[in-house]
């Protein structure tokens, strides 16, 4: 993995979690969403993705986890095209990986143009600015901060 590559990764657990969380956390790795700093829900087995359904409001519903917040439908699909033995850390960065390389993303990285590298990734994690799941997004400059800070480079 590159340095621009964990950066990248870096910045969206810092996006998708949140540095509090993070903190009271395996780095996110086992964070279910619906998750806070003050209340974190933790799953405590990395042998499978936890798949555990929250409620997050009247309308919206969930399976999202890990560090990457994915939801269950997804590792399922992950977990057979890449050969994953668990939900481990080292899977969940494998699947971010897999999907920044689908959208399109790598050469960005490679070329340290991260915003878009970010534009191209927010119909996934929907923290991300430009995301259109009617979530809460981010600023673009507090990424830029948080993907430099984590060893990222920027053209």
């Known amino acids: 993995m590159t340095p621009n ?5 870096d910045m969206i657990a810092h996006s998708e ?8 956390s395996d780095n996110g790795y086992d ?11 933790l799953f405590t087995s990395y042998a499978d993705h936890p798949n555990k359904l929250i409620q997050l409001n009247t309308t919206l519903a969930s399976t999202a986890a890990g560090r990457y917040q994915l939801l269950y439908r997804y590792y ?7 050969g994953l033995a ?3 850390p080292d899977s969940q960065d494998r ?5 920044i390389k689908e959208r ?5 990285l490679a070329s340290n143009n991260f915003e878009s590298a970010v534009g191209k990734c927010s119909n996934i994690w929907a923290s991300l600015p430009g995301a259109t799941y009617g979530q809460h997004t981010n ?4 990424l830029k901060m948080a993907y430099v800070n984590a060893g990222g480079f920027i053209a």
């Open 5 to 9: 590559q964990k950066a990248f990764l």
């Open 17 to 24: 979690i949140g540095a509090p969380l993070l903190a009271v």
């Open 31 to 41: 964070v279910i969403v619906g998750s806070t700093a003050s209340h974190p829900d």
């Open 76 to 82: 399922a699909i992950y977990k057979r095209q890449l």
């Open 86 to 88: 668990d939900f481990s």
């Open 95 to 99: 699947i971010a990986l897999q999907q």
């Open 104 to 108: 399109g993303a790598l050469y960005d």
């Open 139 to 142: 600023k673009m400059d507090d």
